[in-house]
Nanobody, 128 residues
C-alpha cells in the first residue's frame, strides 16, 4: 500500500523556520511526482511545491519562492519542505502528495481529486 506520513508542523514566530518531513512507503521517488499542498481552514487547497520524478526539477508557488525549499532523501524515503522566513499567511495545514501524471505547475494547480495519493496533514502556525 502507498502511504505518506507528514510531520514537523508546529508553532513558530514570523521570520522563523520549520522543516516538514514526509516519509513514504509503497513506492519509490523515481515513480511519482511528489510535493506539498496547504490549506487554510475554510479556504481552498493550494499547491506549494513539486519535485518531478523524471528529472528532479522543482516548482514552487510564487508566494513561497525564495523562502521554501523541497528536497528528497532517497535513503530515508523522505520528502522534506524547508520553510524559512515564515509569515503569518503561511499558517495552514500542510499535506504531502504524490501523483504519476501531474508535475510542475500542473501539480501545483491540481485539485484534490486530481492527485492520486495524499498524506494526512500537519499544522503549521506562524504567529506575528
Amino acid at each position: 500500500d502507498v502511504q505518506l506520513q507528514a510531520s514537523g508542523g508546529g508553532l513558530v514566530q514570523a521570520g522563523g523556520s520549520l522543516r516538514l518531513s514526509c516519509v513514504v512507503s509503497g513506492f519509490s521517488f523515481d515513480e511519482y511526482n511528489v510535493g506539498w499542498f496547504r490549506q487554510v481552514p475554510g479556504k481552498g487547497l493550494g499547491g506549494v511545491s513539486c519535485i518531478a520524478y523524471t528529472d528532479n526539477s522543482t516548482a514552487y508557488a510564487d508566494s513561497v519562492k525564495g523562502r521554501f525549499t523541497s528536497t528528497i532523501d532517497n535513503a530515508k524515503r523522505t520528502l522534506y519542505l524547508q520553510m524559512d522566513n515564515l509569515k503569518p499567511e503561511d499558517t495552514a495545514v500542510y499535506y504531502c502528495a504524490a501523483d504519476g501524471f501531474h508535475r510542475g505547475n500542473r501539480f501545483l494547480t491540481s485539485r484534490r481529486l486530481q492527485i492520486r495519493y495524499w498524506g494526512k496533514g500537519t499544522l503549521v502556525t506562524v504567529s506575528s
